[in-house]
């Protein structure tokens, strides 16, 4: 995504626990491969990100909701993204010092509006990243320019040492979304927000779930809970140690999971902690054996009905990361 970043450095969004993926395993990577900053949603995820990086390369999107955050804020170096007139006057009032500021171009989600950049509340602040977010960035649409056109006004108007645009989407649109440090989050984990990401972007993520039983069905025989399944013929099955408990969620009904490339259907319902799996294209399959999720992110959002970053978000804690 560096590479990819042009001249502007890159950070990395690390919320919700990278995705789901595991602070404690991909941010001591993304630290070494050189981010420049680092972006969590919550407060409460400062000091698991603390434990790799100092405060001041970690941003917290969601800003300052009460005086104790401006204090944590303080104690921790963590810095406050700004996301309104009221953000803006409580970090003051709690003594003020550097912080980012998100304006609104268009999202309609957090930041100051285009409006209020003159409020002495706003002037008052010592701005390190302008920044904003692109609703729109994963698709080809009219609203990538404007929102662009709209930051590039407000910039002008309102002192900052750096500007801040493109999430992983938005760096493969082009250069003039750079500007001078991208933040991307998807990518970095696997997701493929646009085609041409495709051929740059590798799978991060390759969840797999072990056989508890293997069993054969008769004709007639139904599986799981209320049935949905019944055998058209005899056939080999597996019980796998894997359901929605793990994040493996309903949605995949009707998928499959995969051993060497083999297909193997999903029979019936997924249940809290089981599956059962059409084991005829891999009979040699046995208790203990490893089955892979089809985890290559574009594939599993198109088999589940799930977005990508709900596909990452949603693993369980029982997956080892
Ligand atoms: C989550 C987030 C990102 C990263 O977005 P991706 O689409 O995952 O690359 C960047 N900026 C902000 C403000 C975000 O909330």
């Known amino acids: 995504m560096d590479a990819l970043s042009g001249s502007a450095a890159t950070g990395a969004a690390i919320k919700a626990d990278c995705y789901g993926l595991g602070v404690d395993t991909c941010l001591p990577v993304l630290r070494d491969a050189g981010a420049a900053g680092f972006f969590v949603a919550h407060w409460s995820e400062v000091p698991g990100a603390l434990a790799y990086v100092p405060g001041e ?17 303080r104690a921790t170096g963590a810095v406050p993204v700004i996301n309104s007139l009221e953000q803006a006057r409580r970090w003051t009032s709690s003594g003020g010092g550097p912080c ?55 910039a002008q108007s309102l002192p900052h040492k750096r500007t801040s645009l493109a999430n992983s989407a938005g760096i493969a649109l082009d250069e003039g979304f750079h500007h001078d440090l991208t933040r991307p989050g998807l990518s970095l984990y696997g997701g493929i927000a646009r085609a041409e990401l495709g051929s740059r972007i590798r799978q991060v993520a390759f969840p797999q779930a072990a056989i508890l039983q293997t069993r054969q069905l008769g004709t007639g025989d139904a599986v799981g809970y209320n049935g949905e399944f019944v055998a058209p013929s005899p056939t080999p099955t597996a019980i796998v140690s894997l359901g929605y408990a793990d994040g493996f969620l309903r949605g995949w009904g009707g998928a499959y999971l995969i051993h060497e ?41 198109r088999l589940s009905g799930l977005s990508q970053y709900e596909a990452l978000t949603v693993l369980g804690r029982r997956f080892r990361r």
């Open 57 to 73: 390369k970690i941003a917290v999107l969601h800003g300052p909701l009460h005086d104790a955050d401006c204090s944590f804020a």
């Open 100 to 154: 980012h500021l998100m304006v609104d171009t268009g999202i309609n989600r957090l930041g100051i509006a285009p409006g209020e950049a003159g409020d002495p509340s706003i002037a008052a602040l010592e701005v390190d990243v302008l920044m904003s977010h692109l609703a729109s960035a994963d698709e080809d649409s009219d609203r990538n320019a404007q929102q662009s056109r709209r930051f590039a006004e407000i």
């Open 261 to 301: 490339g083999r297909k193997l259907p999903l029979l019936g319902k997924v249940s809290m902690d089981m599956v059962v799996v059409d084991l005829s294209a891999a009979p040699e399959l046995a208790e203990g054996d490893w089955l892979d999720l089809p985890y290559y992110l574009p594939d599993a959002a």
